[in-house]
């Protein structure tokens, strides 16, 4: 197996992990409680889902 030469410097190490990060997720507001929720999910926190009662939770039953 081949072994480098030369070390790596710093910068190119440096551009090499510019792009290992974490993005953060999308989010758009749910059209009956106008909370951020993450696309194509269950709103966490009035439960519905495309205008439906999807799951039942303590702030929609009160």
């Not at 190119?12 to 749910?30: G, I, K, N, Q, V």
């Amino acid at each position: 197996m081949p072994n480098p030469k030369r070390r790596h410097s710093k910068r190119r190490t440096a551009l090499r992990r510019s792009h290992d990060f974490l993005s953060a997720p999308a989010l758009s507001e749910c059209p009956s409680c106008h909370e951020k929720r993450q696309p194509h999910r269950v709103c966490p926190k009035c439960g519905q889902y495309q205008g439906r009662q999807v799951i039942d939770t303590k702030e929609a039953v009160s």
